[in-house]
């Protein structure tokens, strides 16, 4: 692990996956974000299976949550993501693709951020039973900026089937 500096930032970050194997790409992610600068991993979630959203046709997700402690701005810690996604075998042949690996920046500490390519909160994460769920798990308190307490926004995604494997 790496040293993180007294200014550390408590991110999380979304894992999914429903191509290859999700539980070695997991494990793959963990120890790319483990080996980030000025970051150390602070917790995962068990790994969930939940339908794909917005789109037939796709085989399950597997989902997770990762809570990392950084000392990165949100700009380098996306662009890190990404390029963790790309050494991967990430490809964004269209929207809503499957995908092998998929890392998404769902909080920053409880800092708003609305940049052409950066969203913190993730803008979608609250409507959510697959980010909601294992978030959750690993951060029973976490208030989403914006929207209020996952615990209470998780009854507003109730009809998402998710299952904890």
Not at 58 to 69: E, F, G, K, L, M
Not at 94 to 108: E, G, M, Q
Not at 129 to 135: S, T
């Amino acid at each position: 692990m790496n040293p993180v500096s007294t200014g550390a930032v408590r991110a999380y970050v979304a894992f999914g996956a429903n191509l290859g194997d999700p539980a070695v790409a997991l494990q793959a992610a963990l120890a790319a974000l483990g080996g980030l600068p000025q970051t150390t991993l602070a917790a995962c979630s068990a790994l969930y299976r939940s339908a794909p959203v917005g789109v037939d046709g796709q085989p399950d997700y597997t989902n997770a949550v990762i809570a990392v402690d950084t000392g990165l701005s949100a700009s380098t810690l996306l662009a890190a993501l990404l390029e963790i996604e790309r050494e991967a075998g990430r490809t964004r042949d269209y929207h809503r693709a499957p995908r092998i690996l998929d890392l998404d920046l769902l909080l920053y500490g409880d800092a708003e951020i609305h940049q052409p390519d950066l969203d913190v909160p993730h803008p979608r994460m609250h409507e959510r039973a697959f980010v909601l769920l294992p978030l959750l798990e690993i951060a029973p308190q976490v208030v989403i900026p914006g929207h209020g307490s996952a615990a209470a926004l998780l009854a507003g995604v109730a009809d998402q089937p998710i299952t904890r494997l």
